[in-house]
């Protein structure tokens, strides 16, 4: 049974984990990038825990998104070939996995010569979901045959939960940053369909509709988009105002 001392090393090391975990999440990365930094953190929070992944199912379809070694990504292939594993009854169940190595030879016996032939003996699976485009586990392997403890379980399932947590709420902030600049463009481009139809409207006399039926005609005449058309025409007007200007100007210099 562990020490106090032991356990408050245990929680000290989660807290860092988790704290440069929230650091990494606040950060504007993408889900590549924030995986590969969940995996990295959870060997620094679980004791034991050597090699981290995370399988990723899209569509049924499983695939490594984030991993700290390779011989954690063969692992998990193993198990995606045959549609059967710990990480796969992860996702699946909602449960967490945890085994040694040398007890899984009858339930998954492919994955436990391939963890063997890499030195892995032991493997803790939590599942992970984020939202309907992300699920899938969060794979920890021990090259110990200490097949983990309640203790880290209980540690994978806190982390998972802020991981989890984290995650959403960074994908969250990501699809309104990508929604705000989505409405600036809209508006600068609105803003252009709007002068372009101001100034169609004043040279050629005709109404709002027209106008801009006329901004439509030419987009589609040309297969340009009607923003660009706009954009285009205002800066046409702008410049042979601006020569015209030039031209006055110089008149009344020479005189």
Same mark, same amino acid.
């Given at each position: 049974?562990?020490?106090?001392?032991?356990?408050?090393?245990?929680?000290?090391?989660?807290?860092?984990?988790?704290?440069?975990?929230?650091?990494?999440?606040?950060?504007?990365?993408?889900?590549?990038? /924030?995986? *590969?930094?969940? @995996?990295?953190? #959870?060997? +620094?929070?679980?004791?034991?825990?050597? !090699?981290?992944?995370? &399988? =990723?199912?899209?569509?049924?379809?499983?695939?490594t998104?984030?991993?700290?070694?390779?011989?954690?990504?063969?692992?998990?292939?193993?198990?995606?070939? /045959?549609? *059967?594993?710990? @990480?796969?009854? #992860?996702? +699946?169940?909602?449960?967490?996995?945890? !085994?040694?190595?040398? &007890? =899984?030879?009858?339930?998954?016996?492919?994955f436990?010569?391939t963890?063997?032939?890499?030195?892995?003996?032991?493997?803790?699976?939590?599942?992970?979901?984020?939202d309907?485009?992300?699920?899938?586990?969060?794979?920890?392997?021990?090259?110990?045959?200490?097949?983990?403890?309640?203790?880290?379980s209980?540690?994978?399932?806190?982390y998972t939960?802020?991981?989890?947590?984290?995650?959403?709420?960074?994908?969250?902030?990501?699809?309104?940053?990508?929604?705000?600049?989505?409405?600036?463009?809209?508006?600068?481009?609105?803003?252009?369909?709007?002068?372009?139809?101001?100034?169609?409207?004043?040279?050629?006399?005709?109404?709002?509709?027209?106008?801009?039926?006329?901004?439509v005609?030419?987009?589609?005449?040309?297969?340009?988009?009607?923003?660009?058309?706009?954009s285009?025409?205002?800066?046409?007007?702008?410049?042979?105002?601006?020569?015209?200007?030039?031209?006055?100007?110089?008149?009344?210099?020479?005189?």
């Open positions: 049974m562990p020490n106090e001392s032991s356990v408050n090393g245990y929680l000290d090391d989660v807290n860092a984990a988790l704290t440069a975990l929230t650091e990494t999440l606040e950060t504007e990365s993408g889900d590549a990038e /924030l995986l *590969d930094a969940v @995996c990295a953190q #959870a060997v +620094r929070a679980i004791p034991g825990a050597d !090699l981290a992944s995370v &399988t =990723a199912i899209h569509t049924g379809s499983p695939r998104a984030a991993s700290t070694d390779d011989r954690a990504v063969e692992i998990d292939r193993a198990q995606y070939a /045959l549609g *059967d594993g710990p @990480c796969l009854e #992860a996702a +699946r169940s909602g449960e967490i996995v945890r !085994l040694s190595v040398r &007890t =899984a030879d009858r339930a998954w016996p492919d436990a010569a963890a063997r032939k890499l030195g892995v003996g032991s493997y803790l699976a939590a599942p992970l979901h984020i309907e485009t992300l699920s899938g586990a969060l794979n920890l392997f021990g090259f110990g045959d200490h097949g983990f403890r309640d203790s880290d209980d540690l994978l399932e806190l939960t802020v991981v989890s947590s984290g995650l959403r709420t960074a994908r969250r902030y990501r699809d309104t940053r990508r929604l705000v600049v989505q409405l600036e463009d809209a508006m600068r481009t609105r803003g252009a369909i709007e002068q372009a139809k101001g100034i169609l409207m004043a040279v050629h006399k005709v109404s709002a509709d027209d106008a801009f039926g006329l901004l005609t030419e987009s589609q005449h040309s297969n340009t988009k009607l923003h660009e058309v706009a285009r025409f205002v800066r046409s007007v702008t410049a042979d105002r601006s020569r015209g200007a030039a031209i006055r100007t110089g008149e009344g210099v020479k005189r």
